[in-house]
């Protein structure tokens, strides 16, 4: 039997079988295309989207026919929801966190609603990112689709209801909406006034790891699946990459090395210090075990590696490509081991905690006619884990330390770059054995939800693999001390100007 993990994100799906050990016996990967149909806009082609969905569940399940699919769970992307019929047909795109639509809407919110009783409620600040803005604007602007939506479903439970289960969110998911009351783990009626939005248009509400509902014969005959296979309810991409990880309990955090940097710290308890976490951007959301709780301390990451490649190795990496071989491996080799005077102030895109600028600008500095193409990576490496920094130091405020980071994602696989955050942070970085933790963190939710595991924790202790631990550097660390300083004093007259030009 096997265990299958699908994971949706904003630029791609993969779908991995899994043996209960952990090993990899088939999987298929699917790329599509962000849709930008006006300027601010950020859509998937739901339709586009879901037929490239199915081909990598159709590529997975055909060569797994010596190991059946015993049970299905499904990580995905958070904010964005789908419109789908009462008899699963999808009705319009997905409008990406990121579209600009809904920003007029955060006004509406915040005279309805106070920070620290949002905060009280959901666990989060206002922001146009959530699903509530986005309906919000969809009730007002295409009231023609709002009223023949029967379900508004979050990407995780568009994906299993189409295979044959309820319409569902789990509570990591329904987190990212701003609508959820993460204590009572419901629907909030004071939120969904104050948007105008009726609770039947929103999915039900299970734990992560309950059974949802089973593939149905159409399905598995189109899809290679097994008729009746259990659909098990996943969760947000984050959460999901934790349990992929073994991240379950208070002390560890995930570390997400993908497009972006992404540290989410476990607390065993809801953090009630309000006035904390908001002054710190911090938000507080269900783990995908349900018992525990978990932040997002983010920004850009492997974007701008990627920037970086494309803008300095163009060449080389269009020959790569062509002979099989990993520019980005090549790029990371040429790194300096000591710290270099080039200070990357990562605001090349809408940053993250703290400071949250929707339409900021980045920097290089530092440069001479001696810096080396070398020094420029190694100077973006530092200055993104820089940002993260602050926040991860500031923990202790609210009554969290991290000890011990769990890596993944694309990222995850160059050692220097691990060397590189363990010394900036000093905190020790263990890289996973299978860096696709969201599509494992899904199998294993799948083998609780369907009883093949007693627990989460005995879950990751039977498919989880630790590859290899880096420990800080302690001496290296103190020689990045006066780079912090330095990237702190550009950070601090970046935000000057943000103030000014905003205020103009």
């Not at 009462?86 to 309805?112: H, M, Q, T």
């Not at 208070?250 to 976490?277: C, D, I, K, W």
């Amino acid at each position: 039997m096997s265990l299958l993990g699908i994971d949706i994100g904003t630029s791609g799906c993969k779908a991995i079988a899994f043996t209960v050990n952990g090993e990899a016996i088939a999987g298929s990967r699917v790329d599509y295309d962000v849709v930008v149909r006006e300027p601010g806009y950020a859509e998937l082609d739901t339709m586009d989207v879901w037929e490239k969905v199915q081909r990598s569940i159709s590529e997975t399940a055909r060569e797994t026919r010596n190991d059946p699919i015993e049970a299905i769970s499904i990580s995905s992307l958070g904010e964005a929801v789908v419109p789908v019929s009462k008899e699963r047909s999808i009705l319009g795109p997905s409008i990406l966190f990121i579209d600009r639509r809904g920003e007029e809407y955060v006004d509406v919110i915040n005279s309805a609603v106070s920070p620290s009783r949002l905060y009280k409620i959901t666990g989060n600040s206002v922001g146009s990112h959530y699903s509530l803005p986005k309906l919000m604007w969809i009730k007002e602007h295409e009231p023609d689709l709002y009223r023949r939506s029967d379900r508004f479903l979050l990407w995780g439970g568009f994906v299993a209801y189409m295979l044959g289960a309820a319409p569902t969110v789990d509570y990591s998911l329904a987190n990212r909406t701003l609508c959820f009351d993460i204590g009572r783990c419901d629907w909030s009626e004071e939120l969904l006034a104050v948007g105008g939005i009726e609770r039947r248009k929103l999915p039900e509400i299970s734990r992560s790891g309950t059974i949802i509902g089973n593939v149905s014969r159409d399905v598995a005959l189109k899809l290679n699946l097994p008729e009746g296979a259990t659909i098990v309810a996943g969760g947000h991409d984050q959460c999901v990459n934790a349990i992929g990880c073994g991240v379950l309990d208070g002390g560890q955090a995930m570390y997400g090395m993908g497009t972006f940097l992404t540290a989410a710290p476990v607390y065993n308890h809801r953090v009630e210090s309000t006035e904390a976490m908001l002054r710190l951007g911090l938000n507080t959301e269900h783990h995908t075990r349900a018992d525990r709780f978990v932040s997002f301390i983010y920004n850009q990451g492997g974007c701008l590696v990627k920037w970086y490649r494309d803008t300095f190795a163009a060449a080389e990496h269009r020959e790569d490509a062509l002979n099989g071989h990993d520019t980005y491996a090549r790029l990371f080799s040429e790194m300096p081991d000591h710290p270099v005077s080039v200070t990357a102030l990562p605001y090349f895109t809408g940053t993250g905690p703290p400071n949250f600028h929707p339409d900021p600008s980045g920097s290089i500095s530092g440069l001479q006619l001696t810096t080396s193409r070398a020094e420029i990576l190694k100077g973006i490496l530092q200055g993104i884990t820089f940002y993260l920094k602050k926040s991860i130091e500031a923990l202790p405020e609210v009554g969290a330390k991290i000890t011990e980071f769990r890596a993944v994602g694309g990222g995850s696989k160059s050692d220097a770059w691990l060397q590189v955050s363990a010394d900036i942070l000093n905190i020790p970085f263990t890289r996973a054995a299978v860096s696709e933790a969201g599509a494992l963190g899904a199998a294993i939710i799948s083998g609780v939800g369907s009883g093949l595991f007693a627990s989460f924790e005995d879950g990751v202790e039977n498919m989880v693999t630790l590859e290899r631990i880096f420990t800080p550097d302690s001496s290296r660390g103190d020689q990045y001390a006066p780079c912090y300083e330095r990237y702190l004093s550009m950070e601090e007259i970046a935000e000057e100007q943000f103030r000014t030009m905003k205020h103009r």
